[in-house]
């Protein structure tokens, strides 16, 4: 079976970059205990991305990763942070893709 990535990238608000690599490490905890087989936060430093931070989710699988999801929010530790920060807003999504492995 092919490992399978989530990659996201954030562009935090000015002025929230710390906070934001607080709560992403906050989010990488409660992640790795989820499921979630291995947790990377990168900055980005050349290219699209200088300014942004890339998350690297990866997992056993296409399969897993679809099994995580379908359970990551009933997860108590997930749920308490998702409505501490829900209305507060502090990066801008810019994307988040799924990709598998290849052999």
């Known amino acids: ?3 399978a990535y989530e990659i996201s990238v954030w562009k935090p608000h000015a002025g929230k970059r ?5 709560r992403m490490n906050e989010w990488k905890e409660v992640s790795l205990k989820s499921g979630v087989s291995t947790y990377q936060i990168l900055s980005g ?3 699209k991305d200088v300014g942004n931070i890339v998350v690297i ?5 296409l399969a897993d990763n679809g099994a995580v999801n379908e ?18 807003v502090i990066a ?5 893709d799924l990709y598998e ?3």
Do not use: T, Y
């Open 1 to 3: 079976m092919a490992r």
């Open 18 to 22: 710390a906070e934001c690599l607080k």
């Open 45 to 47: 430093s050349a290219g």
């Open 57 to 61: 989710q990866g997992f056993k699988g």
């Open 71 to 88: 359970s990551f929010m009933s997860n108590p530790a997930v749920a308490e942070l998702w409505k501490k920060w829900q209305h507060d």
């Open 92 to 96: 801008d999504i810019v994307s988040h």
């Open 101 to 103: 492995e290849e052999a």
